[in-house]
Structure formats: structure tokens, C-alpha cells
């Protein structure tokens, strides 16, 4: 969904990009997107990208399944859980409520709370700072290629999840500390 509103909105302004390219972008701030994709007119792509957006913002509020049950496994077993995201405060305290993960992360950081954004290693050492745990006594997961050079430069191991942006074929040739195909294989992991 996030890569067909993408698409529309630089074709409506005249703007072709692959799919194969606004898939690999997802998981950077939609300012880092305008800039890259509508230069000089990235304004314009903000706000024809979130006008077009609204309408589908539901669609985008289910999550992936086991997601709830492993967050819940996690903090049973005594895991500080944080959420890293490019999305903003506003889209991100929606999105939670909507999937009924209100409560489910001790640390929660988004691209309103940084000054630089990932690849960047900024948003997931203010998550440790916040937590209060070291790079070596944390596991960042994640979907993209943003993610996993944010995780090497913070020095944090970090696992694949195969069913976001990139495919577990993309994944396993960039991702060292692994990938996973579902939340139950992650959970069991013994790292």
C-alpha cells in the first residue's frame, strides 16, 4: 500500500519511479522520500503523498500475525521492548492503537524525535539510552536495508523479518545476524 501511494503520487506529478525503487525506500522519513524522489518540490509530494494516504490509513493497521502474542511472550520473559520508526508521532500513535499495542513497548522512538534519521544510528541509540541497555545486551529486527546499516553502525545484532520491504532472498544477502520467516521462529531464536 505505501509503495502504490508512493507510485501514484510522483505520477501525478509526473514522476516515474520502479516499484522495485519506492520498495527499497521504504522504512525513510517521507521527507527523506520527497527529497529523493521530488526534488525541488518536495512539499508538494508531502502533502499529495498524505492526502493520498488518509483514505487507506486503515489498511494499514493490521499487523503481521503473532505480532501482539510475541511482543506479550517478550515482556513476560522480562524483554524492555522499544519501537524504532520513520513514521511520525502522530502516524505512529495511531497505528498502535489501532493494532491494540497500547502498552506493549517501554521505549518508543519516530522521526519526530531525531535529528537525523536511519540509516543513521541516532533512533536506535536514543531507544538503548532510553531502555538503559548497551548495544551488546540488544536485538533490533527489522525490514529493510535502512534497518540493518542503522543496527552494524550502532553495533547491534539485528534479525531479518521476511515479509516487509525487502524479500528473505534480499535479506539474507545483507542481514549477517539472520532472518526469519514468521514471530514463532523469532521467538525461538537463542541468541
Known sequence: M?????????????IHIDDLTLRHAVGIPLKAQAQRFAPG????????????YLPHANDDSHLFPGTLEMLTELRAQGCLT????????????????????TGLFDCIITADDVERYKPDPEPLEKAMAQLGVTAAESLYVGDSAFDVDMAQ???????????????????????????VDSWQEFVQLQL
Not at 518540490?41 to 493520498?52: G, K, L, M, P, V
Request: net charge positive; proline share 1%; hydrophobic share 40%.
Open 41 to 52: 518540490r518536495e512539499q508538494r509530494f508531502i502533502d499529495d503523498y498524505r492526502a493520498a
Open 82 to 101: 522499544g519501537l524504532v520508526t520513520s513514521k511520525n508521532a502522530r502516524g505512529t500513535s495511531k497505528a498502535i492503537e489501532l493494532t491494540h499495542m
Open 153 to 179: 553502525r550502532a553495533g547491534v545484532m539485528m534479525v531479518g523479518v521476511s515479509w516487509g520491504a525487502r524479500t528473505r532472498e534480499e535479506l539474507d544477502m545483507i542481514c549477517p545476524d539472520g532472518v
Open 2 to 14: 505505501i509503495v502504490r501511494v508512493t507510485r501514484e503520487t510522483l505520477e501525478s506529478m509526473g
